[in-house]
Each structure stands twice: as C-alpha cells, then as structure tokens.
C-alpha cells in the first residue's frame, strides 16, 4: 500500500482507464529512495515493516515509547512523535487501539507532514481522525492515503472517504492469505486444546503476570 501510493499505482490505474496516457497525469512523483519511511509503533509486525523498509527507503524512523532502545533494531533510528510526522514522507500506522492511541493521528500531527507525504493505516481503524485526515488531503498536506481499517465497518455508502480520490481502501484484508486463514484457524483450535490441558494456551495476546 505504501509504495502504491508513492508510485502513484492506483491513480495511474484509473486516469488510463479514462483514457489519459501519461506519466505526469496522477502528479508529481519523488524518488521513494530518497525518502524516510516513518513506522509508529515498533512491535512485531511494525519492525516486520522497518525491515522490509530499508531495502526501499534512504531512512527508516520509528516512534514507539514502551520498546527500549536495545529492541530497535540498529537500522532504525529513534524519533518521537512529532519528528515522526515532521520528518517522514511516509507513515506506517502499527499500533493497538487504546485510550492514548484513539484518534492519535490527528489534525496536530498531520498538519506537521511535509506536502506530498503519505499516510497507511493497517493497525485499527479508529486510530485516525477521519475528518481531520481528508482535511489534510483537501489541503494537499497529504498525497495520499492507504487505509485498510476505519472506525466504522464497513463505511456508509455515502462516507466523505468512499468519495475521496486520494484515498485508497480495502476491506480489513491486510491480513489475508489462504495460508493466514488456516494458521488463524489451526492457532484457535491449538488453544482449547491446550487450555483443556494445560489451563494455558500456546498463544496468547498479552503476557501477564504468572
């Protein structure tokens, strides 16, 4: 999704659909090489994107305040954040949603993004204030979004989003393989059994006290 949008993909895809042949029709386009990839929250799958990250970006940041600095990996650099949104040309959202992560990504932060920079969300929905998201895109704060979860789902119909040119959607599916789908169901049914055992489940979501 990120890169996607950075090449412009999706907007190529439909202004030659509509017979326009050109490669300056969906805009201006920068070097992704030259850009800094930004991941907020560092947890599994936010350094799973890191990694993938710095074989396409000249710089990947992070913000994650509950990972210590020996967890970030050396290719990672720390930022908070402000410098998050201030200095990266594309944000990776990977966080859970709670009551400090609710509407996070809002008009305080996103007005700090540099013209032409880009926002993906695939972490929960409500993370992002809507509103204030296609007001940065009205603005041309943003070149783009990519959201694969929103805070209502699916959305109306008739939803500002649904509407958006600058908006790509899908429909909670980051997570979708064929694979994916069976492991999810084979983890499920690996944990009664183990509770039926054990009292314990093999996978669990948070790791409490004993």
């Known amino acids: 999704m990120t890169l996607t949008l950075l090449r412009h993909i999706a907007f190529y895809d439909r202004d030659v659909r509509a017979g326009?042949?050109?490669?300056?029709?969906?805009?201006?386009?920068l070097r992704v090489g030259d850009m800094?990839?930004?991941v907020l929250g560092l947890g599994r799958i936010g350094k799973r994107m890191a990694h993938?990250?710095?074989?396409?970006?000249?710089?990947?940041?992070?913000c994650d305040p509950y990972i210590i600095d020996g967890d970030f990996p050396a290719y990672v650099e720390r930022v908070d954040l402000q410098s998050l949104f201030r200095e990266g040309d594309a944000i990776s959202l990977h966080v859970p949603l709670t009551d400090e992560t609710r509407a996070m990504v809002n008009s305080g932060v996103l007005r700090l993004m540099r013209p032409g920079?880009?926002?993906?969300?695939?972490?929960?929905?409500?993370?992002?204030?809507i509103d204030d998201l296609l007001k940065a895109l009205d603005a041309g704060t943003l070149d783009g979004a990519a959201l694969d979860v929103l805070p209502v789902e699916?959305?109306?119909?008739?939803?500002?989003?649904?509407?958006?040119q600058r908006v790509l959607l899908t429909p909670h599916s980051?997570?979708?393989?064929?694979?994916?789908?069976k492991e999810l169901r084979r983890k499920a049914a690996q944990n009664l059994i183990d509770w039926a055992k054990s009292g314990?489940?093999?996978y669990v979501v948070v790791e409490g006290p004993q």
Do not use: Q
């Open 36 to 38: 800094t990839l930004g």
């Open 174 to 181: 980051a997570f979708y393989s064929v694979e994916s789908e």
């Open 52 to 62: 993938i990250g710095r074989n396409c970006f000249k710089r990947v940041i992070a």
């Open 200 to 202: 314990r489940p093999r």
């Open 154 to 164: 699916p959305p109306a119909r008739d939803h500002p989003i649904m509407k958006h």
């Open 117 to 129: 920079s880009v926002l993906v969300n695939t972490a929960r929905g409500a993370v992002v204030n």
């Open 20 to 29: 326009n042949w050109h490669y300056t029709t969906a805009g201006k386009m």
